[in-house]
């Protein structure tokens, strides 16, 4: 069977791809290379095009009559969507209808979504369950909404099956298989902290200290990319066993605040994670979290999210790089160096390899 995966060169989309190849499925990924990198498709045929195309969606569509697609491709900064609405509400709501018409022309019965939960705004409640309003504080939280309602009402008039998957802050990176987060610019906190680990110049921004949290920094619920890629290829499943369409957190309950991983980075790597902390952006971008879910830490969870994306060797080098003051990329050892296609064959050669298994906590 094959599946069309959108922006599954991206971060979450390339794990993706590997679980579904994995489970035997015949894996199409349609990429612009926007943000992702053409080396993180380790399997199957990239297909480098836009959801804006919808001459080439059609073509690829009705070329390959994938069964499901998952649909991950979509610019996904807040900050950014503040700043460009137009853009956001293009390619993220734009892009999807595009691809849900081809989709439907071509016959596929399955679409699976992803979602975040921006859609729910300020939480009023925690744990945030589904039930929570949705009602997103910025344009990136109201295009994956409006994606949402456009698979849902599709689905329903047109005989679709779905699965909506809201994602809280996803993180870590494969164990084996040279895989990883590399967002440039990199906006999450994970790999920013590691960074700033390796380069002490270069300070981590904590956002606000004022939080109502035990130590005053922002909680969020971070999820391992692994465990999203299983819980959708379990979606997949569950539709193909005709089970009911539906809309799905994904998160662990558990949450963490980034003092917490700044700690755990520091006990992992033994680097100090050189900080500052700043208050203007969170304003600016009306974003605050705090609380989203209880503090309730599994330290073996939140150990094995920093420990995947950092290799053993790469810690013991980077540190003799650092005490030796020579700064040279192959002590990093971080999963965010992840190469791109154009990238030196020395640079590719030095890609991360993570070495723990994930939680398995979904
Ligand atoms: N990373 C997170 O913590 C998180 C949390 C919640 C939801 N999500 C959602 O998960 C999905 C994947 O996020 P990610 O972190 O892997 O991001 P990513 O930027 O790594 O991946 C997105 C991919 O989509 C591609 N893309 C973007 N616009 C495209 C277009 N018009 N046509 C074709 N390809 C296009 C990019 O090149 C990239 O490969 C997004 O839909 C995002 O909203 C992510």
Redo the contacts with the bound molecule.
Sequence with gaps: MTILV?????????HMVQALSRAGYRVVV????????AA?VHNGELVE?????RGELRALLFRHRPTAVF??????QVKESVENPIYYYK??VS?TLNLLEAALEAGVSRFI??????VYGEPETSPITEEHPAIPINP?GWS?LHGEAMVADAAKAYGMQYMI???????GADPVNRLG???RPET?LIPLALRAAMWEEQELQVYGNDYPTPDGTCVRDY?H?LDLADAHLRGLQHLEQGGESAILNLGTEHGTSVLQILESIERVTSLKVPSNVVVTVQAQSGERYGLRVPFRLPPSFLTNLIESTVRPEGVSSLRSSRSSGVRRESALGIITTLPDANDSPARREKAIVPFLPVSGLL
């Design positions: 959108t922006g599954g060169a991206g971060y979450i989309g390339s349609l990429d612009n290379l926007s943000t992702g990198h993180s095009a836009s959801l804006a195309d649909h991950f491709a979509a610019s996904c390619n993220n892009g979504f992803s979602s975040t939960a921006a990136y994956k998957f809201r994602y809280f802050n996803a993180a987060e590399d967002h999450h999820v990319v």
